[in-house]
């Protein structure tokens, strides 16, 4: 088992910012692909961003050069550092670690987002 737990989120103003950890724990050997999504209220869950135990990254369009993806392994740490924040940004945003092709969760963070 991978337990996930995230920090992080909070209320923010437009153009601000925020960074987000998520630290795994228990059988953290072998984990591969570490990331982000979030989810809007009454929206599906979304890819935010992704980073492979290489370091190789991915980002969704609509927070490229924005957001930025980083990990620990040492640490079994995932970071989301987001930059100019903008409301539709709120949402409730979600560690995930894939182990062995099972998906781990974390119980998620809110961002919050003010105009």
């Known amino acids: 088992q991978v337990r996930l737990v995230e920090s992080g989120g909070g209320l923010v103003q437009a153009g601000g910012s925020l960074r987000l950890s998520c630290t795994a724990s228990g059988m953290t050997f072998s984990i591969g692909v570490m990331g982000w999504y979030r989810q809007a209220p009454g929206k599906q869950r979304e890819l935010v961003a992704t980073?492979?135990?290489?370091?190789?990254?991915n980002y969704e369009d609509a927070v490229k050069g924005r957001f930025t993806i980083s990990r620990d392994n040492a640490k079994n740490t995932v970071y989301l550092q987001m930059n100019s924040l903008k409301p539709e940004d709120t949402a409730v945003y979600y560690c995930?670690?894939?182990?062995?092709?099972?998906?781990?969760w974390g119980q998620g963070t809110q961002v919050t987002v003010s105009y």
């Open positions: 995930n670690a894939v182990k062995w092709g099972y998906d781990y």
């Open positions: 980073i492979t135990s290489g370091g190789n990254t």
